[in-house]
């Protein structure tokens, strides 16, 4: 009780004596962003976008904001038409932080002098939503933190009657961030001799040529199947699972991960994808592996999907293991939909070579999870690079399938 009473005094003045700081920053410009920004036009505007990292975005505004989940993206956008126009900050995010808010976060770090510093600055920072006739504008929006990759829309309106509207789509490196396909090699992962190369007739017989399933590293051991195709060309596949809301893995990888131990063409996946719960560890993780072969010129990758299920929290899955969902034919379904709603689907197949699997007999995985398939098909989509509506989505049919299901994918 005595220590208790000591120390009060002196909290006191350390919660005082912050309380008292001013908000003290660096003047710097943003050439550095400037240097490295994607530009995109459309219509009359021409929109110039970059994301800062962590360190980056500290040293231009005086506070950490990505310490708070909150992650600033530069805009600079030029209006070429004779009318004024309007920004959609929304279309960027939906749930994105006016810069009072984002000063607020940080309101007992300063004087209130200090406060009333970094809000005024943060709003003069920030892109304006109205640009004039022939102005260029720019600032950045204070987003959600998102790991990976920054993939966002933006949409600007301009005119009068008839309105013009253009929306760019934009997919930006973060600094720091390096994800895990980004150490692989692609060019280098097959001799050229080795590809082979089929028509989209031939589809099920290249895949027929593929192990079913992945395994172990010494491959004695057999895992989950291998059951969804995608044909694209590597950047339209990332954009396509961005879009998709699916989440890059960073480049050092967790040996305990479910797709640590899965190989497949003799090596773990060239890239790993997920979908996070908040707040818990469930996901759907997704792995990517590029196959040796070319359907119509285009590669062919080759798509595992895991739904990891039962623990919720870390310790769980630390003290019990990972246990997945043993219904592989419900997760693949259920890519192929994040594709669908994304309108990147442009076409889909069914392959009769999937693996059957009771459900009362089922087979082990390479962690010992059970898993079947009541299903004998594999999926084949093709992706696109433009938004494709979901009621254009095209079925193909090889002669060894299956006629079309009723109702889409």
């Not at 300063?110 to 022939?134: N, T, V, Y």
């Amino acid at each position: 009780m005595r220590v208790l009473k000591t120390l009060l005094p002196f909290a006191f003045m350390m919660l005082g004596a912050c309380s008292m700081a001013p908000y003290q920053f660096e003047t710097r410009d943003t050439a550095d962003l400037q240097e490295r920004a994607v530009v995109q036009s459309a219509g009359s505007f021409r929109v110039r976008a970059a994301v800062p990292g962590a360190g980056e975005a500290e040293a231009l505004l005086g506070i950490d904001v990505y310490a708070r989940d909150i992650q600033p993206v530069w805009l600079e956008i030029r209006n070429d038409s004779d009318l004024p126009a309007s920004v959609a900050i929304a279309s960027i995010d939906p749930k994105y932080f006016p810069p009072a808010e984002v000063a607020w976060f940080f309101k007992k770090e300063f004087s209130k002098q200090g406060w009333m510093d970094l809000e005024r600055r943060l709003i003069d920072l920030s892109l304006p939503r109205l640009l004039d006739a022939g102005e260029t504008v720019s600032g950045f929006v204070f987003t959600n933190r998102s790991p990976g990759t920054k993939a966002f829309s933006l949409d600007v309106f301009g005119g009068a009657v008839p309105v013009q509207y253009e929306e760019f789509t934009f997919f930006l490196r973060v600094p720091g961030f390096v994800p895990d396909y980004a150490k692989v090699r692609f060019e280098e992962l097959y001799a050229d001799e080795d590809v082979q190369r089929f028509s989209r007739d031939r589809v099920p017989e290249a895949i027929a040529g593929f192990e079913c399933c992945t395994r172990s590293s010494d491959g004695a051991r057999s895992g989950r199947p291998v059951n969804l195709y995608a044909v694209s060309e590597p950047p339209v596949l990332l954009k396509s699972l961005l879009r998709a809301g699916w989440i890059e893995s960073i480049a050092t990888r967790d040996d305990e991960d479910p797709g640590a131990v899965n190989f497949l063409f003799g090596r773990l996946p060239d890239g790993i994808f997920r979908k996070p719960r908040d707040g818990t560890t469930d996901r759907t993780e997704l792995a990517v592996w590029k196959t040796p072969a070319l359907v119509d010129g285009k590669p062919l990758w080759a798509l595992q999907v895991r739904h990891a299920v039962g623990h919720r929290y870390p310790l769980g899955e630390r003290l019990f293991g990972v246990r997945l969902d043993p219904d592989v034919d419900e997760a693949r379904n259920y890519v192929l939909q994040t594709f669908w709603y994304a309108q990147t689907l442009q076409e889909w197949g069914l392959s009769p070579t999937g693996q059957v699997v009771s459900q009362e007999s089922p087979e082990l995985d390479l962690l010992g999870n059970p898993w079947f398939s009541v299903d004998p098909y594999d999926f084949v989509i093709w992706l696109s690079d433009e938004p494709v509506p979901m009621n254009a989505a095209a079925f193909v049919e090889w002669k060894e399938g299956d006629s079309r299901p009723g109702g889409g994918p």
